[in-house]
């Protein structure tokens, strides 16, 4: 049986859950978030507490919650019960993620003393606002390219940075667990790849290797990943 969706599910309830804080009033959602907590202190006590914490930071949850489901059928049956109450019941709405794009459209002109002005929302519709456009005009595109090509070089050297940061397969367990989750991920795909090693981007690989790497901090990373060929 497939746990993977459940586990989805119920992780995604718990992340509203918590949002709500200790306090919340009893709901089908703090019973089901309840029932993980006390199912997940059995295995590690500081689980839920740090996904609580930040739960946006969700691969060990995820992963004990999948050992838990098919390892304990009596808890996977009563998981199975309250994620049925809760999407029966009156959910509070997801967290609402939105980002900001500022952007501005100029119009240059010279004014008699020969500044130039900026406004927020001209548009250049017709010829003879672009007219207004001398050598002051082109000393402006100038400094467009200058910031372009800069640019480009400063976020070429920091994707670089970025590469040479990632764990490799001689890194030890330590290194990896210190590195960030993005770059965990990017290189467990990368070494599974190299050590023909498939199903990396299953969502519990990457908590699988966290787990095992947590008790071998020495351990070689490549090691680590081999032994789960066959496993994701």
Do not use: W
């Not at 119920?10 to 089908?28: E, K, M, N, T």
């Not at 030890?172 to 190299?194: H, M, P, V, Y």
């Amino acid at each position: 049986m497939d746990v993977t969706p459940m586990v989805i599910e119920v992780v995604s309830l718990l992340a509203r859950a918590v949002r709500l804080g200790p306090s919340a009033p009893a709901s089908p959602l703090t019973d089901l978030a309840r029932l993980v907590k006390q199912r997940l202190d059995t295995m590690d006590p500081n689980a839920f507490a740090q996904f609580a914490k930040n739960p946006t930071n969700d691969s060990l949850i995820g992963y004990l919650l999948t050992r838990a489901v098919e390892s304990d059928s009596a808890f996977a049956s009563a998981l199975t019960a309250r994620v049925g109450q809760v999407q029966r019941s009156a959910l509070p709405p997801p967290p609402e993620f939105s980002s900001t794009v500022a952007s501005q459209e100029v119009h240059l002109g010279h004014s008699s003393a020969g500044n130039i002005h900026v406004t927020g929302r001209d548009h250049l519709t017709d010829n003879s606002k672009k007219s207004t456009i001398n050598t002051g005009g082109v000393f402006v595109s100038l400094v467009v390219i200058v910031a372009v090509v800069v640019g480009g070089v400063f976020a070429a050297n920091k994707a670089g940075e970025l590469l040479s940061t990632q764990p490799t397969a001689a890194s030890t367990c330590a290194q990896f667990l210190d590195a960030d989750n993005g770059d965990q991920q990017r290189s467990l795909i990368k070494i599974a790849q190299e050590k023909g090693v498939s199903g990396a981007g299953s969502p519990l690989a990457l908590p699988a290797v966290q787990y095992s790497c947590s008790s071998n901090p020495t351990a070689k990373v490549g090691d680590v990943i081999a032994r789960f060929r066959g496993q994701f």
